[in-house]
């Protein structure tokens, strides 16, 4: 899969702009605030509708314009692909080859990618939410079934919160059984495809870990979630637990078990990283994640996902660079960074100034 142009217009600090990437290593560069993440930016939202920076869509329209518009033609082993996606204060229009879409998820694979940015050090040292996330992410664009059951389970989820904070006792446990049904028919589906990719994830994640370390570090990532099996087993643990739970869920006003309170253990040398890990170590662990989705992807539909590394590589080692470009020469890539001198066999650099590009 190949982005081959983005088009943007009153995107962030872009007029109007286009990028026409090869299908390799593309180097986005220059001095800080002029665009360069933008750019990684735009192409993420083509794949997701949504951005990892911003809070409102509103935030991406030009300073002083009505409305901002991004388009992307990727090829991909189906054929040709036109995402386009308009920007307006309080709202934004999505097409796929020239349709417009209604449900986001209808956007999603349609163009696939991974992200990895300074923030994702978060996916290791911070809060689960931030590894649930990092899953989310990528089983979003992979299955659209757990896209719906995701969004349909935080919406029975906090219905089911809003109940146990503020109805009576009485009808909360009437009405309990019947949000609790709904709600691990879902949970299972989420479950099932997290446990899934876990399984396929671990042993990629430490073979990338191996290789970016020259085998000095083993990595190992499992899920700490205590549910297993097919879905239908899946949702009878979890009808038993949101029962077992129910008393303590009602005393605190929110709902103690389920997916949402799953997690991802990543320990290196058999330590947790998020607590004994250096930051390098921490880093190396998030960008090892990064890779192995890739392989995951490609193992589902048979072709890599677009890369997207915005100012990723500047905290690595030489050494460690080098071991990565390595690594993924073999995919389209577009890197970020300030200095053109960190990847020296790029296959296409765009030098970018205030919102704009100004040569090689």
């Given at each position: 899969m190949n982005i081959e142009t983005l088009y943007l217009k009153n995107f962030r600090n872009y007029r109007e702009e286009t990028f026409s990437f090869s299908g390799g290593i593309n180097v986005v560069y220059g001095r800080n605030a002029q665009g360069k993440t933008n750019c990684a930016e735009a192409v993420f939202y083509l794949c997701t509708g949504y951005s990892p920076r911003a809070t409102k869509d509103s935030q991406v329209i030009r300073y002083g314009e009505e409305s901002a518009y991004v388009t992307g033609t990727a090829a991909t082993s189906y054929g040709k692909v036109e995402v386009g996606l308009t920007f307006f204060p309080k709202s934004k229009r999505v097409l796929v080859n020239g349709v417009e879409v209604m449900r986001m998820g209808e956007?999603?694979?349609?163009i696939n990618s991974v992200f990895f940015n300074p923030n994702d050090l978060k996916l290791i040292k911070e809060s689960p939410e931030d590894r649930r996330k990092f899953m989310d992410i990528s089983l979003s664009q992979m299955n659209r079934r757990y896209f719906y059951a995701l969004q349909k389970y935080k919406k029975i989820l906090s219905q089911r919160n809003r109940l146990l904070k503020e109805g009576d006792e009485e009808t909360v446990r009437e009405t309990l059984p019947v949000w609790d049904e709904q709600?691990?028919?879902?949970?299972?589906?989420?479950?099932?495809?997290?446990?899934?990719?876990?399984?396929v994830l671990s042993?990629?994640?430490?073979?990338?870990?191996?290789?970016i370390t020259d085998g000095k570090e083993t990595l190992a990532v499992s899920a700490s979630g205590r549910y297993e099996g097919d879905e239908k087993s899946l949702k009878s643990q979890i009808i038993a637990d949101l029962n077992d739970s129910r008393e303590r869920s009602m005393a605190l006003g929110y709902t103690t078990v389920g997916p949402h309170r799953d997690d991802i253990k990543i320990k290196i040398n058999g330590e947790d990283v998020r607590v004994y890990g250096s930051q390098g170590q921490q880093r190396t662990a998030?960008?090892?994640?990064?890779?192995?989705?890739?392989e995951v992807f490609r193992l589902r539909f048979g072709e890599y996902p677009?890369?997207?590394l915005d100012d990723?590589?500047?905290?690595?080692?030489a050494q460690r660079r080098a071991r990565?470009?390595?690594?993924?020469?073999q995919l389209q890539t577009i890197i970020t960074l300030t200095d053109r001198d960190e990847v020296?066999?790029?296959?296409?650099?765009?030098?970018?100034?205030?919102?704009?590009i100004k040569g090689e």
């Open positions: 956007l999603l694979g349609n709600l691990a028919a879902h949970a299972a589906v989420i479950v099932a495809e997290r446990n899934e990719f876990l399984k042993p990629l994640a430490a073979d990338a870990h191996s290789y998030a960008l090892s994640l990064k890779l192995a989705e890739l677009v890369l997207l990723a590589l500047s905290e690595l080692d990565v470009i390595g690594r993924i020469k020296p066999a790029a296959d296409r650099y765009f030098h970018i100034e205030e919102g704009g």
